[in-house]
């Protein structure tokens, strides 16, 4: 670093400090806007939509603080993207910041020490839903575009700043990749998720797994509650006279328990914790048809299982692993071998990896030292994000954001404005490194 790039970097530092203030005032702003999706499970669209749109309208207004020229992409109406650009001067590579606006609901409101969607402010933290997923990394994003404009930064390559909807349900189709097919791309791009844990500064992230997400429904036979006993002794009346849908899924559920032991023992990966890689039956639903008493076996069941899996293997590999497991373990069961349980698969979210020769890896590596006084950790992402869908249009990027991962979806989320304050400094260094210095004022 020669000693002009010393002088700005430093500049730019300073700037980042003196904002940081106003960063957390513009977060708990943020937090105030309940921009749920409304499209996810368990909404009602036409009360819901709109906020999301509000929050980008937020992200707009300190876009253009920092001298970008603002866009909103719409897909759907009350749900834009809001996109700045703080063009370069030219000769320079371009930067992406990415983020979504939506978050999820804020569950039992019982559990929130207040409400979800009025921010707490303490002395290191700001809690409220999407303070860590991920109004933090959008906050941050800005303040790092504003910090660079009040140093006198210019850029040689554009900054593209993106708030988009939809990242919590899948719906990259309304955002991330409307926004690129609107022309809204860059040579390399940083998605502002949440990478930190409690106490630590945003960690490098390179590498994200797959994620599925398939139902499972069985049929069984109803029949009277005091019938049970005769209907699981294969010695006495057994499946002629009912089957219970509950029984025969512990079948499906040993199976797949077992795949997923083998994945911990057999699945690793040097950036993830052994275990990881799981198939989580998360929702499950047995009643008779029509009624919800437990006097008749059930005859109906539905269960819903989200996958992570390994980055190294497809979509479609795991999925075929998966019904061939369900598959040979039915059919060692008269029942089920008659009447196999039907799958139908409504997420497929591909994995993501950064090449390690990557040169954005570096120009990341170098900005955070240059903020932090050290390297920073390198781990793989505790879900997925929106990387996949700006690779398939060949944009090859990496996560690092503040907030405290384990408390996304969670009841009293927050993120520490220690990791607010690194992420803003990192993205702006970053985009110095990376895009080119074109000149000072």
């Known amino acids: 670093m020669n000693s002009q790039d010393g002088d700005v970097t430093r500049r730019v530092l300073d700037e980042v400090d003196g904002l940081a203030t106003r960063m957390v005032a513009s977060l708990a702003d943020a937090i105030s806007v309940p921009s749920v999706n409304p499209r996810y499970p368990g909404q009602e669209y036409d009360k819901v939509v709109g906020a999301e749109g509000d929050m980008s309208a937020l992200l707009a207004h300190l876009y253009t603080e920092a001298g970008a020229g603002v866009t909103n992409v719409t897909v759907e109406r009350g749900r834009d993207n809001a996109v700045g650009v703080v063009p370069g001067a030219g000769g320079g590579r371009s930067l992406l910041l990415n983020g979504h606006v939506d978050v999820v609901p804020a569950g039992r409101l019982d559990r929130w020490n207040g409400d979800p969607f009025r921010a707490v402010v303490t002395d290191d933290t700001v809690i409220g839903r999407g303070a860590t997923d991920m109004k933090g990394g959008l906050v941050a994003a800005a303040y790092a575009a504003v910090a660079l404009r009040r140093a006198g930064v210019r850029l040689a390559g554009d900054l593209v700043l993106q708030a988009v909807v939809g990242e919590e349900v899948g719906d990259h189709e309304a955002g991330t990749t409307a926004v690129l097919e609107a022309g809204f791309g860059a040579d390399a791009a940083i998605v502002c998720e949440p990478s930190g844990q409690a106490g630590t500064l945003p960690a490098s992230v390179p590498v994200t797994p797959g994620l599925l997400w398939f139902s499972i429904t069985m049929e069984g036979k109803t029949a009277h509650s005091g019938l049970r006993g005769m209907t699981v002794h294969p010695t006495l009346e057994g499946d002629a006279l009912g089957v219970n849908t509950v029984d025969k899924f512990w079948i499906v559920y040993q199976a797949l328990r077992a795949l997923e032991d083998e994945w911990a023992r057999h699945d690793r990966h040097p950036l993830f914790p052994p275990g990881y890689f799981n198939l989580l039956p998360g929702v499950l639903r047995a009643n008779p048809s029509g009624i919800l008493v437990p006097f008749f076996?059930?005859?109906?069941?539905?269960?819903?299982?989200?996958?992570?899996?390994?980055?190294?293997?497809?979509?479609?590999?795991?999925?075929?692993?998966?019904?061939?497991?369900?598959?040979?373990?039915?059919?060692?069961?008269?029942?089920?071998?008659?009447?196999?349980?039907?799958?139908?698969?409504?997420?497929?979210?591909?994995?993501?990896?950064?090449?390690?020769?990557?040169?954005?890896?570096?120009?990341?590596?170098?900005?955070?030292?240059?903020?932090?006084?050290?390297?920073p950790v390198t781990t793989g992402f505790m879900g997925v994000c929106d990387l996949t869908w700006m690779d398939r249009k060949g944009i090859g990027g990496l996560v690092y954001g503040p907030g405290v991962g384990y408390t996304a979806h969670a009841e009293n989320e927050y993120v520490e404005i220690a990791q607010l304050v690194q992420s803003a400094k990192t993205y702006a260094i970053t985009a110095i490194n990376w895009c080119g210095l074109a000149e000072t004022g």
């Open 297 to 375: 076996l059930a005859d109906e069941l539905t269960v819903e299982y989200c996958v992570y899996h390994h980055p190294d293997r497809s979509n479609e590999e795991v999925m075929a692993e998966i019904e061939s497991r369900v598959a040979d373990a039915c059919r060692q069961d008269p029942w089920l071998r008659a009447h196999p349980p039907v799958f139908d698969w409504k997420l497929l979210w591909p994995p993501y990896a950064l090449p390690g020769d990557a040169p954005i890896g570096a120009a990341l590596a170098s900005a955070h030292a240059a903020a932090a006084g050290q390297a």
